[in-house]
């Protein structure tokens, strides 16, 4: 009697690129990694004011909505950050083709935000030659404000690594660092290189 063979499943096209790493703890994901993702959909966030629904719309446009099915999942999922209010987790990790996910959905977002992200770097740079505040910039100021509006909603400054950020030049500092990041996601490869930078120093 012929056994029919297992099916492999088959994986989305937007995920293929990305290897699984050889974490150091087997129970997922580390904290580090699930805290840096976080923050990179929080800045995209901050750029684009449909920014959560943009993120549902691309879990179907690049077949990972068996991960990412609805709102309350892509939540839940962020809420693996120990550093949000509310956090998930103590209770859950967050999977790698999860994460894998969140990492194809953040760089594609990226991307379509190339000219603006560009643009507000360009200004920053130009506001630190000419030594000048960071609200000379309207558009760059506006992408600050919602970015701290955003961190200081969702994080929890209970937690010693996020109270430096109750001062707001530091908040301002790391929506700065977030849009360095963010260009680097758009270039060639840039999906596969956050991949490796998120578990730099996290792998065997």
Known sequence: MQVDSPIAPVVPP????????????????????????????????ALDLGGAEAMLALAKELQ???????????????????FRRFSLGQRRSLSLEELKALVAIGCTLARRQTVLIRQLLME????????????NSPQLS??????????????????????????????????????EQLLFCTGTAGTERLWVSLFDG???
């Open 14 to 45: 937007a995920l293929v690129n990305l290897p699984d790493p050889e974490l150091v703890s087997p129970s997922g994901c580390p904290r580090r990694t699930r805290w840096q993702i976080d923050l990179i959909l929080l800045a995209l966030e």
């Open 64 to 82: 990972v909505q068996h991960l990412i099915p609805n709102r309350v999942v892509l939540w839940r999922l962020r809420c693996t950050n120990p």
């Open 124 to 135: 920053w740079q130009q506001l630190k030659q000419q030594d000048l505040p960071l609200d």
């Open 142 to 179: 506006y992408y600050l404000e919602r970015f701290r509006s955003h961190f200081r909603s969702r994080m929890n400054y209970k937690r010693t690594a996020i109270a430096a950020y109750k001062d707001p030049e530091k908040l301002n500092a790391l929506g700065l660092h977030l849009l």
């Open 202 to 204: 996290e792998v065997v």
